[in-house]
């Protein structure tokens, strides 16, 4: 069965530090990979998404994401963390064959400190 | 503007008494899909639709319905809605193809008493 986990619920960093938020999954076959962000009172945002090619994707505000095949992982990073950083991060996977099914994981909460 | 637009943004309601959340997207999706947010357990998608009149159950669909007449609609329907469905509901639209991104609404808050 497909799933996500997210294995911290909040990490908190300090403004200007690095961030690393963690993401591992398991699908059959292929995964299409994805995070999303939510600011309060908002619904989920596209950050950026891995399909294929470069394990290292870059996206919106920053952010990157490595994919790691061997150890199934797809940590989102930022090298410089702002405050307005700060929100609910979503990491989710589609298969690329059968489900037509995104699976989320269960958020992980960033706070950046100032 | 490209959108996906929910309505009502807030709903409180009592047991038993059917009701509909809105969605409808101005991007010629073919794909549209609801879910349920809840603290602990991320997003549980409770039903999608690939295209006019083909909807399939999601991992919680128990207790919903949905229906997709045209296109850019998409409407949730609770029946007989029970306290165990308050919760911040989501739509979201992408098209067609496995690597797209969803485009989500700004949510739906449920409160059934």
Known sequence: AQSVAQPEDQVNVAEGNPLTVKCTYSVSGNPYLFWYVQYPNRGLQFLLKYITGDNLVKGSYGFEAEFNKSQTSFHLKKPSALVSDSALYFCAVRATSGTYKYIFGTGTRLKVLA | EAQVTQNPRYLITVTGK??????SQNMNHEYMSWYRQDPGLGLRQIYYSMNVEVTDKGDVPEGYKVSRKEKRNFPLILESPSP????????????????????????TQLSVL
């Open chain 2, 84 to 107: 165990n469905q308050t919760s911040l509901y989501f739509c979201a639209s992408a098209n067609r193809g496995l690597g797209e991104k969803l485009f989500f609404g700004s949510g």
């Open chain 2, 18 to 23: 059917k009701l509909t959340v809105t969605c």
